[in-house]
């Protein structure tokens, strides 16, 4: 009897990472007009970013259904196998809610978590959840851990652009004109599974700055667990100079940092050129 870590694409996970990792990947829909995708699978992140920046309309993404979840459910309980099922946030999609519906009768096997994050916030836990199965943890051990932790991790961003916050209804034309103009970058994070602005920054020189705060703010980076740093669009230049105006954070801890490509559930949102990071706080 194994183990097996069940995920969704929201994590921000390609699929070749999630199969290196072992892992069941699960592909969200995503929706350009009357063309629909699998994320991750039949759209890459750089595929989404092209679309994204040549479309004229605003994509959605599709929660995964409960079909799909029973399926893989019954492939587990048919293996006498048990599962760990990692969703994207309860609040910005049903796909907890899908799984959720699908585990009736499966009780026995298939133990649901609820990441409360989305991106690389989401992928750092299913990473945590790899290494705890790595280590020979039982799936209820696994899902009583990562409740438990999930409350330490942090994810913070840096938008370059309002245009899409626009696109999607979330901010007024004026707004996004206005800051625009100002070269304002709003920083976000996800608190309580949900998106939050802290605040605004004028220019990326601050807002590298405001994000450095902000991550200080929680304790910094505890690097004995898994952390990511990840960028929006079709390069990483801006993330690039976010790392090299940091690098006293991780020079002294690790070799090499672990980058992650935004892909569309975020994406859709945040557009092109954002950088986040996502760790788990230092203990006090």
């Known amino acids: 009897m194994s183990v097996r870590i069940i995920i969704d694409s929201a994590c921000d996970l390609t699929k070749e990472q999630a199969d290196e990792l072992q892992t069941t990947f699960l592909p969200l829909k995503t929706i350009f007009g009357e063309e629909e995708f699998l994320d991750g699978i039949t759209l890459s992140h750089r595929q989404f970013f092209e679309k994204l920046i040549e479309s004229d309309c605003m994509p959605t993404t599709s929660q995964i259904p409960p ?3 029973e399926t893989v459910f019954q492939e587990v309980k048919e293996a006498g196998d048990t599962a760990v099922v990692i969703t994207i946030s309860s609040k910005l999609s049903g796909t907890y809610q899908s799984a ?3 585990r ?6 298939i133990w649901l978590v609820d990441s ?10 299913v990473r945590y959840a790899c290494r705890l199965r790595d280590t020979g943890a039982s ?9 438990q932790r999930k409350k330490d991790v942090r994810v913070i961003a840096l938008l370059d652009t309002l245009e899409y916050l626009k696109r999607g209804g979330r901010i007024s034309g004026a ?3 206005a800051g625009g ?3 304002i970058k709003p920083v976000i994070a996800i608190a309580d599974g949900e998106v939050a602005i802290l605040g605004k920054a004028r220019g990326s020189k601050n807002g590298n700055n405001m994000l450095r705060e902000e991550t200080a703010k929680c304790g910094g980076i505890d690097f004995t667990m898994p952390f990511s ?10 993330l690039q100079k976010y790392i090299a105006d940091n690098a006293a954070m991780w020079q002294e801890q690790v070799s090499e940092l672990p980058i992650s490509t935004i892909g569309s559930t975020i994406g859709t949102h945040a557009g092109p050129g954002a950088i986040a990071v996502a760790f788990f706080a230092t203990p006090e």
């Open 116 to 125: 409360e994050n989305v991106c690389i916030g989401e992928q750092i836990l």
């Open 104 to 109: 009736d009768g499966y009780e026995d096997c």
């Open 175 to 177: 707004a996004a004109f």
């Open 67 to 69: 079909h799909e979840y």
């Open 139 to 147: 799936a209820a051990e696994i899902a009583a851990i990562l409740d």
């Open 229 to 238: 740093l990840a960028y929006s669009g079709l390069d990483d230049s801006l």
């Open 100 to 102: 959720n519906i699908a």
């Open 181 to 183: 103009l100002l070269s």
